[in-house]
Structure formats: structure tokens, C-alpha cells
């Protein structure tokens, strides 16, 4: 089975912290997505990356960004952490065609 | 970016009983998807549907990809306590790995 795993499943930082959540997956998949989750708005895509050093836009790109040195690895930067990005941060994986493999989800809040 | 239209938002039923969903888009899709997710964790890939028309079952759980292309439903036979999650549908609408996702439904079973 595809593992994804994110780094953290809970994180406190204080606002105006540069914040580094870490994503690898183990089966060789080109695309990874970087979403957010919050109560009654879904999923909303942050950020992808369908290669190494590859990195498109999501829907909601603003005060993140991304790094994907490694096939394996996807980062979630957040430059300048502030309260209004306190959510639910999920990575997933998927090889063309296929569904999205999500990781255990990391928690962030921002005081 | 678009939003799939998933409905009931929420669903409070008793244990034994038989629950519907289902999602609708403007767009035609390629494939529908529909995941789970437990509290606190990410979601987990339930039924992946590939054709118009396909009806596809997994355990207690049947889903259909329907004819237009445009919408698909998830049928949950004889609820248990252990199904209590948010429910999401997805779709991709080409040959890309990007998914559409739907708002999910939370479903409380009462024993």
C-alpha cells in the first residue's frame, strides 16, 4: 500500500513564525497536492507539484509556498504564519489516473 | 476553482438504516471517486468509479457513475456506528491527475 506521511499530526506556532510541514510519500508518484480543510469549505487546494522542482498554484495560494527538491518530499512553507491559517493541512499523492493517497493530516494552529 | 455540489451536507440516522448521497457538477467528468474520512484523520479511498454508467460495491458501501457523466451516488446499506465520518465525492474532468472535490457529508449513526 502507498504510504503518505506528514511530519507532525499537531502544531502550535506563534504568529509571524516561518512554519515547515513536511510530506513524503514511498511509491514513486509524480503528483502531490497540498491541501487545507475547515469546517464547511471542503478541501481547497493550496498548492501541486506533477515533478521535481515542478510547482503549480491551487485555489488558495496566498502566504504559502511550496519546495519539492525530491521526488518523494513535498513542503508546505508558510512564510509568515497568522491566526486566519489555523486549519487542517492534508497531503496527498497519485500517479496518473488514480485516486489521491491522503496523509494522517497535520493540525496547525497559530496564536 | 470549482465545487462539486454534494448533498445532504449532514445526515443523522439510526443504526440498521440505509443512507443515500450523491454529487452533481456542471462539468463531465472522467471519473468519480468517493473517500471517508474518521475524525482527525485524512480520507481513505472507498470506491473508485472509471465509466458512465458503472456501479460499482465495496462491502456495504455501492456507488454509481452516472450516465451524463455529471453526477454519482454513494449508498450505504444497513448502517453501523463504526460509518460515522465525512463522506467525500471527487471528480477529475480529463486525463490529469487534478481532483474536484465535493463539501462532504458528515453522517452521525446513533446506536
Given at each position: 500500500?502507498?504510504?503518505?506521511?506528514?511530519?507532525?499530526?499537531?502544531?502550535?506556532?506563534?504568529?509571524?513564525?516561518?512554519?515547515?510541514?513536511?510530506?513524503?510519500?514511498?511509491?514513486?508518484?509524480?503528483?502531490?497536492?497540498?491541501?487545507?480543510?475547515?469546517?464547511?469549505?471542503?478541501?481547497?487546494?493550496?498548492?501541486?507539484?506533477?515533478?521535481?522542482?515542478?510547482?503549480?498554484?491551487?485555489?488558495?495560494?496566498?502566504?504559502?509556498?511550496?519546495?519539492?527538491?525530491?521526488?518523494?518530499?513535498?513542503?508546505?512553507?508558510?512564510?509568515?504564519?497568522?491566526?486566519?491559517?489555523?486549519?487542517?493541512?492534508?497531503?496527498?499523492?497519485?500517479?496518473?489516473?488514480?485516486?489521491?493517497?491522503?496523509?494522517?493530516?497535520?493540525?496547525?494552529?497559530?496564536? | 476553482?470549482?465545487?462539486?455540489?454534494?448533498?445532504?451536507?449532514?445526515?443523522?440516522?439510526?443504526?440498521?438504516?440505509?443512507?443515500?448521497?450523491?454529487?452533481?457538477?456542471?462539468?463531465?467528468?472522467?471519473?468519480?471517486?468517493?473517500?471517508?474520512?474518521?475524525?482527525?484523520?485524512?480520507?481513505?479511498?472507498?470506491i473508485?468509479l472509471?465509466?458512465?454508467?458503472e456501479l460499482t460495491s465495496?462491502?456495504?458501501?455501492?456507488a454509481?457513475?452516472?450516465?451524463?457523466?455529471?453526477?454519482?451516488?454513494?449508498?450505504?446499506?444497513?448502517?453501523?456506528?463504526?460509518?460515522?465520518?465525512?463522506?467525500?465525492?471527487?471528480?477529475?474532468?480529463?486525463?490529469?491527475?487534478?481532483?474536484?472535490?465535493?463539501?462532504?457529508?458528515?453522517?452521525?449513526?446513533?446506536?
Amino acid at each position: 500500500d502507498v504510504k503518505v506521511t506528514q511530519s507532525s499530526r499537531y502544531l502550535v506556532k506563534r504568529t509571524g513564525e516561518k512554519v515547515f510541514l513536511e510530506c513524503v510519500q514511498d511509491m514513486d508518484h509524480e503528483n502531490m497536492f497540498w491541501y487545507r480543510q475547515d469546517p464547511g469549505l471542503g478541501l481547497r487546494l493550496i498548492y501541486f507539484s506533477y515533478d521535481v522542482k515542478m510547482k503549480e498554484k491551487g485555489d488558495i495560494p496566498e502566504g504559502y509556498s511550496v519546495s519539492r527538491e525530491k521526488k518523494e518530499r513535498f513542503s508546505l512553507i508558510l512564510e509568515s504564519a497568522s491566526t486566519n491559517q489555523t486549519s487542517m493541512y492534508l497531503c496527498a499523492s497519485v500517479t496518473v489516473g488514480y485516486g489521491y493517497t491522503f496523509g494522517s493530516g497535520t493540525r496547525l494552529t497559530v496564536v | 476553482g470549482q465545487q462539486l455540489n454534494q448533498s445532504p451536507q449532514s445526515m443523522f440516522i439510526q443504526e440498521g438504516e440505509d443512507v443515500s448521497m450523491n454529487c452533481t457538477s456542471s462539468s463531465i467528468f472522467n471519473t468519480w471517486l468517493w473517500y471517508k474520512q474518521d475524525p482527525g484523520e485524512g480520507p481513505v479511498l472507498l470506491i473508485a468509479l472509471y465509466k458512465a454508467g458503472e456501479l460499482t460495491s465495496n462491502g456495504r458501501l455501492t456507488a454509481q457513475f452516472g450516465i451524463t457523466r455529471k453526477d454519482s451516488f454513494l449508498n450505504i446499506s444497513a448502517s453501523i456506528p463504526s460509518d460515522v465520518g465525512i463522506y467525500f465525492c471527487a471528480g477529475r474532468e480529463t486525463s490529469g491527475s487534478r481532483l474536484t472535490f465535493g463539501e462532504g457529508t458528515q453522517l452521525t449513526v446513533n446506536p
